[in-house]
């Protein structure tokens, strides 16, 4: 990719520096440890350690796969709320002097 130049009224961004990314290492290290800490394993998203097991079974038997396809079917159902009501046209506000074709 050639390199092109910046044009002046973009600020380039800043490097970090080695103690920043230091930092920022060890709060995301602290966070997983909190996590795992109070039971919890990472698979994508945090789940609890004690239904980790479940969360599996569901997906490999396609279990998680019919609940979502249920709950999409549910969400295109229409809705048995009355529609709203249609917006009243607008009525022109002109002023009679200016619509007459009188040139006499």
């Not at 044009?7 to 490097?15: F, I, L």
């Not at 996590?35 to 279990?63: M, Q, Y």
């Not at 249920?70 to 002109?94: D, G, V």
């Amino acid at each position: 990719m050639p390199k092109t130049l910046m044009p002046d009224n973009t600020k380039p961004k800043r490097r970090r520096s080695k103690a920043e990314r230091k930092e920022s290492a060890e709060t995301s290290r602290a966070y997983d440890a909190r996590k795992r800490e109070a039971g919890f394993v990472r698979s994508n998203l945090w789940v609890p350690k004690e239904d980790l097991a479940d969360i599996k079974w569901l997906v490999e038997t396609g279990a998680y796969k019919l609940c979502d396809r249920r709950a999409q079917t549910r969400a295109h159902e229409p809705l048995s709320a009355t529609r709203p009501p249609k917006k009243r046209k607008r009525i022109s506000k002109s002023d009679p002097r200016q619509t007459g074709f009188d040139f006499g």
